[in-house]
Each structure stands twice: as C-alpha cells, then as structure tokens.
C-alpha cells in the first residue's frame, strides 16, 4: 500500500469522526506535512476531505468512482497486485491485451468508468455509458486452452457472490450471463493467448451495469434498481474479491470445483434451447439437461446429449 492509500485507509476507518493530522502523522511514520501532501493529492483524486484546525482530517464524501484510488483500499483478496485505472478508455479488454502482452503479472486489472468501444461477446458492441464498471483481469491459468471457457463460468460464479454479499441474487445463463429477473446485469467477455500446449494469457473482462443511464436497452438490469444506496467502488471491489476467490477455487480443482454453485443459480435446466455459433449457424436445439463437469453445456436433441463448449443460447418458446 502507498502512503497516499494508507492515509485514505485511515480516514475511510474513521470516517464520520476526524483525525488529526499528527496522530496520522504518528501513525505513518510521516510528517505533517508530507500528510498535508497526501492529502492534497486524495482531494484532487475526487475525495471531499474537511480540514478543521485543531480536530483534523474527515472525509466527507468520495467520487463515486471505480477507480484504483477508490476501489483497492476496499479489495480484500491479495491476489489482486497491479491496478490500472483510467476514467475513459476505448476497451478496458484492448488495454489490458496490450499490458499481458508486454508481461504484465497475473492479478493486474484495468478499471474504467466509462467505455468508447467497449466490446462484447461474439463481435458485439457493449455499451459502456458512465454509471457501469469496466474492469478486465489479466489471468495466467495453467491450463490447456481447451479447458479456457469454463473459466468464465467462475468468473459469472464469483460475480454472483458479489451480488450476493449485497443481498441481490442473481441468475446465471450458460455461458455466462448474469441476470436479475432475465435481464442482464452483467456480461463476460474472455480473450485468450495461447500455445498449442499452454495457455499464455486470458484477459478477462466484465461489463456491469450500477447506475442506470439515459437510454437503457430494455434487456438490461442495472443493480442501482435493488441497490440505490451503493456506489461503484465497494461495488468493483466485492467483484474483485468475488472473483479472485471463484478463480483460485478453479485453478485447482478445474469447473468441477464449482459446478454445484454455478448449477444453484443456472437458468437454463430444463428449457428448449436452440444453439447457435457466431455467425448464427445452428449448433444444436433441444432440451437443456445439464451443464458437465467440463463446463459444457448438455443438450438432449431427442436423438442424442450434445455437450457444447462455446455459443449462444436462444431460449424456445413453445
Ligand atoms: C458480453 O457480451 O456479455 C460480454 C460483455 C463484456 C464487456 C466488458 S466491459 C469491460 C471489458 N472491456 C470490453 O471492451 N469488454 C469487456
């Protein structure tokens, strides 16, 4: 932790209360005014800091943005090392490619608060209005790549633990949307670098909606609905822990290590589903009967279970 994070640090624990500036000082191992600094530097970072002489420092209010400065005091997880923030970017995912490319570690993420080019799955646009959080990990798993896409699914996993620290329980839909009430809260998009024999990078970015914007697509959820009294840095800060934690338990024990919980909130058991690729060519239609220890979704055809590792799922209505 910098000293600039552990004064916030300070003031966020003693927030509504002051503290002085000596007994800061004290704590740091710093002087007045080299807290004074600091503190000058949290103000211009978009935190509403009080000065009264003789009581000290209280933080009044803080920008209610999901940036490094507001979001890692609160990340509980260790696994989370680098953080990179930018209020707008193009794609959190295209600056992060860049980083993992150039060997940035494992545990870097890339936080926005608002997208010019945001991207989603199967080449589509992810409108990424201010109010969202953008983020996108750098993940190194020691995996083949085929076993790549049921990382997503513990990410969707982790996502909802999040939710669910906000008491806000979400559903899942194979490959990995989260969804309130069918309307998606969250979206997943994983981009992979990799050998025939090993897997170099996977940038994994998620998109979710906090705030609602001007336009919302009627298709969207947006958690601020449940949760008006949240802003976005606790929030990106339980997706990260959320998400650390899914993501250990699948290095080591692979989707099987959290299928019963992707299962408990899985939309799909039982519905008519019809499969198809990017470019819209039928895969498979049928029954949804399982999703496999792979991460693959099952699909009885009437003739035959098909375990499909990647598409999209249109539900059927008969
Ligand atoms: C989906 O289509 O459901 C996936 C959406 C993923 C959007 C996120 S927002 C952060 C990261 N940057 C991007 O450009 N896309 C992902």
């Known amino acids: 932790m910098s000293r600039r994070d552990e004064v916030l640090d300070a003031l966020l624990q003693s927030a509504p209360e002051c503290v002085s500036g000596e007994a800061l000082a004290g704590r740091l191992g710093v002087s007045r005014v080299a807290v004074a600094k600091h503190v000058a530097a949290l103000r211009k970072a978009g935190y509403e800091i009080e000065a009264s002489p003789g009581a000290g420092y209280r933080l009044v209010g803080t920008a209610d943005l999901p940036m490094p400065d507001q979001v890692r005091p609160l990340v509980e997880s260790d696994f989370w090392t680098r953080y990179v923030g930018v209020e707008e970017t193009g794609s959190t995912n295209d600056d992060a490619r860049i980083l993992a490319r150039a060997g ?15 991207r989603g799955r199967l080449g589509r646009t992810w409108s990424s209005p201010e ?3 953008y983020l996108s990990c750098i993940l190194r798993p020691k995996v083949p790549l085929p076993d790549v896409p049921s990382m997503g699914h513990a990410i969707a996993v982790g996502i909802a633990e999040a939710m669910h620290g906000f008491g806000v329980e979400v559903g899942l839909k194979w490959p990995n949307d989260v969804l309130i009430d069918g309307r998606k809260l969250a979206g997943i998009l994983l981009e992979t670098s990799a050998e025939t024999d090993c897997v170099n990078w996977v940038v994994a970015g998620v998109g979710t909606n906090v705030h609602r914007s001007s336009h919302p697509p009627e298709t969207a959820a ?13 929030v990106a800060a339980a997706l990260l822990d959320g998400i650390a934690g899914a993501y250990e338990r699948w290095c080591k024990g692979g989707f099987a290590a959290i ?17 198809s690729d990017a470019s819209g060519r039928l895969l498979a239609a049928g029954v949804v009967v399982d999703v496999d220890d792979a991460g693959r979704l099952c699909v009885d055809t009437g003739s035959d279970v098909v375990g499909l590792y990647a598409g999209e799922v249109t539900l059927r209505r008969s």
């Open 104 to 118: 940035a570690v494992e545990g870097t993420v890339v936080l926005a608060a608002r997208q010019k080019a945001g």
């Open 131 to 133: 109010g969202g959080i």
């Open 222 to 234: 947006f958690l601020s609905d449940s949760r008006p009294d949240l802003e976005r840095a606790p």
């Open 259 to 275: 299928r019963e919980e992707y299962l408990s909130r899985f939309t799909l058991m039982g519905q008519e589903v019809a499969v």
